[in-house]
């Protein structure tokens, strides 16, 4: 049974920072896109941070680029999101994503949610000012 599951989320000032993971199970990636999306409420879930697994190749969108960092530690089955001065406007749930069937796109990376067949439940982030 595949799972993932996230933690890490919380609150946190403005400026500080939190670091999310995402332990997965059930299957075992060679080669495979995992993100993160973030969602608040009414609006669509946004990708903000890919990785392409191997080798390891990233994407950001403009509104983190800069301030988070996607990584993946192999031996624990984990996918990380280092988030570093946050901002209000960061707040949302976040959730991580497998896509287990799409190949190596090159410059188009997938940001669109319905690219992913996996997800995680989500956990909270709220940044206040």
């Known amino acids: 049974q595949v799972q993932l599951v996230e933690s890490g989320g919380g609150s946190v000032q403005a400026g500080g920072s939190l670091r999310l993971s995402c332990v997965y199970s059930g299957f075992t990636f060679k080669q495979n896109y995992m993100a993160w999306f973030r969602q608040v409420p009414g609006k669509e879930r946004v990708g903000v941070a890919v990785m392409w697994t191997n080798p390891a190749l990233t994407y950001y969108d403009d509104s983190v680029k800069g301030r988070f960092t996607i990584s993946r530690d192999y031996a624990e089955n984990t996918l990380w999101l280092q988030m570093d001065s946050l901002k209000p406007e960061d707040t949302a749930v976040y959730y991580c994503?497998?896509?287990?069937?799409?190949?190596?796109?090159?410059?188009?990376?997938?940001?669109?949610?319905?690219?992913?067949?996996?997800w995680g439940q989500g956990t909270q982030v709220t940044v206040s000012s």
């Open positions: 994503a497998a896509d287990t069937t799409s190949p190596w796109s090159g410059s188009r990376w997938p940001i669109e949610s319905d690219k992913y067949n996996y």
